[in-house]
Each structure stands twice: as structure tokens, then as C-alpha cells.
């Protein structure tokens, strides 16, 4: 059974921090790549970062990059979105998905969102 779990979500203050995690089962990233996407209330969802499995190679939406850091934990299964210096439109409901490579329309999985609250 594919699952894509996502977490780390919550109220930060404008400049703070915080860490989602996307922990996976069934499948093994190695052989994939893990994209955040967002989506803002009234606004199309939009691809934030993506790391591909096999060699951690990543790539950023320019809104974020500089501030957001995607990795991977292979033993773990596990994909995370390190953000720093959020803003308040940084606000959203951020997602998780397993794709064939970074860059494709084609999802294997999504996460549940976790929502991510920045105040000013």
C-alpha cells in the first residue's frame, strides 16, 4: 500500500523556521523524486522544490530559493522541506508528492497537506 505521510506544520512568526517531513511506505524514493507543492487560499497550487532519489539533485521555485532547503533521508524513506526566513506569503497548505522525475505532471502519490501559518 503507497502512502505518503506529511507533517511539521504550524503558526511561525515572519524570519522564523520551520521543518515538514514526508515520510513514505511502499515504494522506495531512491528510484523516484519527492516534490513540495503549496497552495495559498484563492491561488493555483505551485511546485515549491523536488529532489530526486537517486542522487539528492534539487531544484527550487524562485520564490523560495535561498530560503528553502529540500532533502532526503534514504534509510528513512523520508523527504524534508527546511524553510528559513518565512514570510507571510510563505502561508499555505504545503503538500507532498512521489514523482517519476522532478518536473513531471505525472504523480505516483500525494501526501495530506499540512498547513503553514506565517504571521507578520
Do not use: H
Not at 526566513?85 to 503538500?95: I, R
Amino acid at each position: 500500500d503507497v502512502q505518503l505521510q506529511a507533517s511539521g506544520g504550524g503558526l511561525v512568526q515572519a524570519g522564523g523556521s520551520l521543518r515538514l517531513s514526508c515520510a513514505a511506505s511502499g515504494f522506495n524514493l531512491d528510484y523516484y523524486a519527492v516534490g513540495w507543492y503549496r497552495q495559498a487560499p484563492g491561488k493555483e497550487r505551485e511546485g515549491v522544490a523536488c529532489i530526486r532519489g537517486s542522487d539528492g539533485l534539487a531544484n527550487y521555485a524562485d520564490s523560495v530559493k535561498g530560503r528553502f532547503i529540500i532533502s532526503g533521508d534514504n534509510a528513512k524513506n523520508t523527504a524534508y522541506l527546511q524553510m528559513n526566513n518565512l514570510k507571510p506569503e510563505d502561508t499555505a497548505v504545503y503538500s507532498c508528492a512521489v514523482l517519476p522525475i522532478c518536473g513531471s505532471f505525472m504523480v505516483i502519490a500525494w501526501g495530506q497537506g499540512t498547513l503553514v501559518t506565517v504571521s507578520s
